[in-house]
């Protein structure tokens, strides 16, 4: 989903999905695909994000699929990270997710909202979020995320965490996570 070789693969991966899914007439993979390759895009390239959700929601016409229209919203949220009306949009997306009964996605969405908050640097916004990260990881499902979280705000691990096996090793990944934030910051810095 991020950046490094990883998130790189995984770039590839959803398109080659895409299009197979589209070679095979399986419209609702090929959205499905789609979305999760915009949302992987978004933290990269916001500008390059518009092009990938435009084509998430053209394949998604026709198709009834929640989960793969919310995981395209969270692609947005992830794009608009550092707009100061994002949060409005996350309190939507959590009461749908509560609705529709998809709370195995609300990892994701919290995961949006700790790179918006760090490109925000909202400590304190950030700190509750890693809070509910940790609440919904308690499953092991999504354990990285708060190590994701921490290394977008440039913060140490916990000493008794236990981290996951990163395939560019923890510094690099880390390093990685935080340019993505300081980057985007930039990137606001000339737009406004």
Do not use: C
Request: net charge negative; aromatic share 4%.
């Amino acid at each position: 989903m991020g950046p490094g070789r990883a998130g790189t693969r995984g770039l590839h991966t959803y398109q080659a999905g895409r299009v197979e899914a589209e070679q095979h007439a399986k419209a609702g993979e090929a959205a499905h695909n789609q979305a999760l390759r915009a949302l992987a895009v978004a933290f990269l390239n916001p500008h390059q994000a518009d092009d990938e959700l435009d084509l998430a929601e053209q394949l998604l016409t026709g198709v009834d699929l929640r989960a793969t229209r919310i995981n395209a919203a969270i692609a947005a949220l992830i794009r608009d990270a550092g707009n100061p009306t994002l949060e409005d949009r996350v309190r939507a997306l959590r009461t749908e997710l509560d609705v529709a009964g998809l709370t195995s996605m609300t990892p994701t969405l919290e995961l949006a909202l700790a790179f918006h908050q760090a490109v925000q640097e909202d400590r304190d916004g950030l700190s509750a979020t890693i809070s509910q990260l940790r609440e919904l990881a308690q499953d092991g499902h999504h354990a990285y995320y708060i190590d994701i979280a921490l290394f977008m705000a440039d913060l140490p691990l916990p000493a008794e965490h236990t981290a996951p096996q990163w395939l560019d090793g923890e510094q690099a990944t880390s390093e990685r996570w935080h340019e993505l934030v300081t980057a985007r910051r930039e990137q606001l810095r000339h737009v406004g």
